[in-house]
């Protein structure tokens, strides 16, 4: 089942005053997210992000498409009992402690007093800030607010998750605890939808990405289907000889790097053996070999270089 | 149970901002004053006639004394200063960062216009029936004549609050801003208001010193029918006090209108608004 339904979903802003001009903030977009997966949207500054995420949750509303969630269309107020959310910037009334802001928030998705008294030190816990629950958060610094925010879209325990930019001003021990509590959240089935730039960071804990740029969206899938380019292999290997390296040119188009190391396209496991069955009868020793991965980072660059 | 919730952190945001203390403390200081004013000669006149009176007289004088203190403009300035306060209200929760938070909850946005309304009601009921129940008992204490019907102005200012309220946060929902909020209410809507009222007294009466067109004579008299009527609420409020009849009730029907489509407009207004 999709918890997140999105069908050419489009907005328009009005752009400067009496211009006319509308800026296309999103521009078409379709795709699903499934029950439990981590999904991660990319894309550079002013791409869309958060004016999509700011529609799934009745923040915005779209001008022409539609979008689901839990198979209800967004404008049903009581959908959002199962959602979490951390917004970009999130400003809290300041002269609340962090037990108030989790406090007021939890009331706010619907609980009562005595299920926070159970819960509310037990999120602050989980991102590492149970000891400055009574401390006012204008005292906090940038990365303890982040924190606070990401206990706060947990608090209600939500199905579905939405974060924008939650590692924003995270130091990197904290961005691994985050992490961590991300993929705690997984493993109990919730599903979260991710805003980020850091690709690196959506690389390691993403199942699903889509990339969008300029309102428009560039590619959906898999992480695993984004990176690998096509059936490329790299093989190292011991010396090899001049006509080794030839018969690699010539049979096998492959591209050498040196006397240590060659990469082929190759389009079925087979062909792959049969390099590996040429090489040994050769006595050529094999070190290794790989299919090679773009990292996001290249792909993502590549790809919007490409569009623009 | 979520409005409730919501209603609580209007609160906890004025008690926060030292809104509640500044109106309380402000309000001590009102009370102390007319502990003098009373005890004092200014109001000998009140006090001879208590002191020489029948009953009569004194019931008299006290109902006349109250009057005075629920018609003047001084509880009308009170009113303001309370709109004053509460300007910020709607602006602040609007604040990138927060509101995006608040409307992502389960509460549906007719439920938060809804909120800080009764908030705002709550909030000055809270503060009036502070002030005015102390006036009250200071007045009856010194004269004792136990006037219950004085207490009615509690009820009256607040509803004269909400009345104007409702507008102010619609001011607050379009400018988005605290100063615009106050501006625009202390130079454009309460004069209005009140010149408002002082034309329909004018053409009420018999002198006919300036001499308006038919035009503008039915224009003031469209604008004034339409707009809410703080000052004919206090002139009502005050008969209410010294339980006389009341003699007009159509500034309370159409105010009342005045602050039902007031406050339709700003859930229409925050329904379809993108934030
Ligand atoms: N309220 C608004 N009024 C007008 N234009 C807006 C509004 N909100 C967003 N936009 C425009 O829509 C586009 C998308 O903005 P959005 O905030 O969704 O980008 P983003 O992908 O989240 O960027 P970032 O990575 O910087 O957070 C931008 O061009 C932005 O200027
Ligand atoms: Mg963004």
Redesign the pocket.
């Known amino acids: 089942m999709s918890v997140i339904e999105i069908n050419s979903l489009t907005k328009h802003?009005?752009?400067k005053k009496f211009s006319g001009e509308k800026?296309k903030?999103l521009e078409k977009v379709s795709f699903n997210v499934g029950n439990g997966e981590i999904f991660g949207l990319l894309?550079?500054?002013?791409?869309?992000?958060?004016?999509?995420v700011?529609i799934l949750l009745g923040i915005?509303f779209a001008t022409e498409g539609t979008a689901k969630l839990f198979d209800k269309p967004v404008t049903n107020v009581s959908v959002k009992k199962k959602v979490g959310y951390l917004p970009?910037n999130h400003r809290f009334p300041n002269y609340l402690t962090g037990e108030q802001v989790i406090d007021y928030f939890g009331k706010l998705s619907g609980l009562k007093k005595s299920d926070l008294d159970k819960t509310t030190y037990k999120y602050l816990k989980m991102v590492g800030m149970d000891e400055w629950g009574t401390t006012k958060i204008k005292k906090y610094s940038k990365g303890m607010m982040q924190r606070l925010g990401l206990a706060q879209a947990m608090i209600s325990n939500p199905d579905l998750i939405f974060l924008?930019?939650p590692t924003d001003g995270v130091d990197p021990i904290g961005r691994k605890e985050i992490r961590d509590v991300l993929l705690d959240l997984k493993s109990q089935g919730k599903t979260i939808f991710l805003?980020s730039?850091l690709l690196s960071e959506i690389e390691l804990i993403c199942d699903k990405v889509a990339i969008?740029n300029k309102?428009e969206l560039v590619k959906v899938g898999s992480v695993e289907d984004i990176t690998s380019t096509g059936n490329k292999y790299i093989f190292t290997t011991g010396d090899l000889p001049e006509e080794i390296m030839n018969k690699v040119l010539s049979e096998y188009k492959g591209t050498l790097h040196g006397k240590n190391e060659f990469e082929c396209t190759i389009n079925t496991l087979e062909e792959v053996n049969v390099i590996v069955d040429y090489l040994r009868s050769q006595k050529i020793l094999i070190h290794g070999f790989s299919k090679e991965k773009n990292s996001l980072e290249s792909m993502f660059i590549n790809l919007i270089e490409q569009k623009n | 149970m979520v409005l409730y919730a919501f209603i609580k952190g209007v609160f906890r945001e004025a008690l926060a901002k030292r809104i509640l203390i500044t109106i309380f403390g402000f309000f001590s200081v009102l009370i102390v004053l007319f502990v003098f004013a009373i005890t004092n000669s200014t109001v000998e006149g009140l006090q001879l006639m208590l002191e020489s009176g029948s009953a009569g007289g004194l019931k008299e004088a006290v109902l006349t004394f109250e009057s005075y203190i629920v018609s003047g403009i001084p509880m009308f300035m009170l009113v303001a200063s309370m709109l004053i306060i509460t300007s910020s209200f709607i602006p602040d929760m609007l604040k990138k960062g927060h509101i995006d938070l608040l409307l992502s909850k389960p509460i549906s946005r007719t439920k938060i216009v809804i909120g800080h309304f009764l908030a705002g009601t709550l909030l000055v009921l809270v503060s009036f029936t502070f002030l005015l129940g102390s006036i009250w008992i200071l007045v009856s204490a010194k004269t004792g004549y136990w006037n219950v019907s004085f207490l009615y102005s509690i009820l009256w200012f607040t509803a004269i609050f909400s009345i104007l309220y409702s507008a102010v946060m619609l001011i607050g929902f379009l400018s988005r801003s605290t100063i615009l909020t106050i501006m625009i209410n202390m130079l454009l809507f309460f004069p209005t208001t009140f010149l408002l009222y002082l034309a329909n007294t004018y053409f009420q009466s018999d002198q006919k010193g300036i001499v308006f067109g038919p035009v503008a004579e039915a224009l003031l008299k469209f604008f004034y029918n339409i707009l809410p009527k703080a000052w004919d609420l206090q002139d009502v409020c005050a008969q209410y006090v010294t339980q006389t009849p009341v003699t007009n009730t159509m500034p309370i029907i159409s105010s009342v209108l005045f602050m039902c489509v007031m406050l339709s407009l700003n859930i229409w207004y925050f329904n379809k608004k993108?934030y």
């Open positions: 802003f009005s752009g800026i903030a894309g550079p500054n002013g791409a869309g992000k958060t004016t999509l700011k915005t970009e924008d930019e805003n730039h969008l309102g | 993108d």
